[in-house]
């Protein structure tokens, strides 16, 4: 059974940094690109960052480049996303997903490409 379990989220006072965890079961997630997704309420799901499987590239939205760093443990089957300098906009539920259309592709930050979703965490940003 394919299982995406995110961990690591919380409540985090502006400037702090936090681990995300994306923990996969019932395949092996460096096959696939794995990206990381947000969707705060009342706005769209967005594209944070994903990893790729052909040669371990790794993409950003604009608005998290520099603050956010995605890397895999093959090993541990798991995803990690490290955030740091959090701003209150940053506030939202945050997915992992797997890409399973290409094994060993590039990734993508659409959505629309990944089809195996985890329940998502709840990362707050607030003082």
């Known amino acids: 059974q394919v299982q995406l379990v995110e961990s690591g989220g919380g409540l985090v006072q502006p400037g702090g940094s936090l681990r995300l965890s994306c923990a996969a079961s019932?395949?092996?997630?460096?096959?696939?690109?794995i990206g990381w997704f947000r969707q705060a309420p009342g706005k769209e799901r967005e594209g944070v960052s994903c990893i790729s499987s052909n040669d371990g590239s790794t993409y950003y939205a604009d608005s998290v480049k520099g603050r956010f760093t995605i890397s895999r443990d093959n090993a541990k089957n798991t995803v990690y996303l490290q955030i740091n300098s959090l701003k209150p906009e940053d506030t939202a539920v945050y997915y992992c997903?797997?890409?399973?259309?290409?094994?060993?592709?590039?990734?993508?930050?659409?959505?629309?490409?990944?089809?195996?979703w985890g329940q998502g965490t709840q990362l707050t940003v607030s003082s």
């Open positions: 997903a797997a890409d399973i259309s290409l094994l060993f592709s590039i990734c993508v930050l659409s959505p629309a490409r990944y089809y195996y």
């Open positions: 019932g395949f092996t997630l460096d096959y696939y690109a």
